[in-house]
């Protein structure tokens, strides 16, 4: 059986030949946010197909494909695709893609997801900064095996979204005049939407929004040191009083129409940080 360091190094490898100068910044892109890699310049474009031990998106939205390019003046690599748990890959096949970025040299990572709003201030189309998360997918990909050069054993997580990329991020919001929040994502398994009762819940537990992924990638990337700053679009009202019917063709739609301010908000950070 192949290790995952000698998986990470072999799919490193292969982009490296494709991609030969330094990256800057990982960005991890979720539903409906891929139009974000069109203001890449010079993008190199890399199918997942054809790096060695990377899966395959099954999703509507997730094109699946590495995007490397130029923008806001940093070297940036983009999954434009994403891999869930619930798809039926194991933890540590979602998180590959980060141990990917961190082998590639990246200085910090990017992830942005849709989700529902549970926090009655937040409205479809609302984005928001992650302060921090709530593990509930009842799974982790660092179970098993600890491999010392890839990470602690038992990784520190108090502060697993870096305060200064969230206050720099609400400066460029200001900045660029687009209104952001902050808040606390839930990390649900899925792939069905939670019910009401699941929704009281986890508002309880003090979460202001709920997706289905995000939560295992920052794990793997605080565990690979990591600076992390996180981005959700709202796509949804996950409101137990008042929840309707919602289906993934409303959940692109949204994020979709949220695109442009979510382009502008993201160009702005990568021009501003200071790596």
């Not at 991020?169 to 792939?191: A, L």
């Not at 009762?197 to 920052?218: I, N, Y």
């Not at 019917?245 to 501003?272: C, R, Y």
Request: charged content about 25%; overall charge negative.
């Amino acid at each position: 059986m192949i290790n995952m360091k000698s998986k990470i190094q072999d799919a490193s490898a292969y982009i490296e030949e494709k991609f030969q100068e330094n990256i800057d910044i990982g960005l991890i892109l979720g539903s409906g946010l891929g139009e974000l890699t069109k203001e890449f310049e010079d993008p190199v474009i890399i199918s997942y197909a054809d790096i060695p031990y990377l899966p395959r998106t099954t999703v509507e939205g997730h094109p699946g494909e590495l995007v490397i390019g130029k923008l806001g003046g940093k070297v940036v690599a983009a999954t434009n695709g994403r891999l869930h748990y619930y798809e039926g890959f194991s933890m540590k096949e979602v998180t590959f893609p980060v141990r990917i970025l961190k082998a590639l040299g990246i200085k910090m990572l990017i992830v942005t997801n849709a989700c529902g709003g549970m926090d009655p201030k937040l409205y479809p189309g609302a984005l928001m900064f992650i302060e921090d998360h709530i593990n509930w997918t009842h799974n982790n990909p660092l179970i098993g095996p600890n491999d010392e050069e890839l990470g602690d054993r038992f990784p520190d997580m108090s502060s697993a979204y870096d305060k200064d990329l969230i206050i720099l991020g609400q400066k460029v919001g200001e900045k660029v005049g687009i209104k952001t929040e902050k808040g606390v994502y839930v990390g649900i398994s899925g792939p069905n939407y939670v019910t009401k009762a699941e929704l009281r819940m986890l508002r309880l537990l003090g979460g202001d929004a709920v997706g289905m992924s995000t939560v295992p990638e920052v794990i793997v990337a605080r565990h690979s040191n990591l600076p992390v700053l996180g981005i959700s679009c709202v796509t949804d009202m996950a409101i137990a009083d008042d929840l309707i019917s919602i289906d993934h063709d409303e959940v692109l739609k949204v994020a979709e129409e949220t695109s442009p301010k979510f382009i502008k908000l993201v160009k702005g950070i990568i021009d501003e940080v200071e790596l």
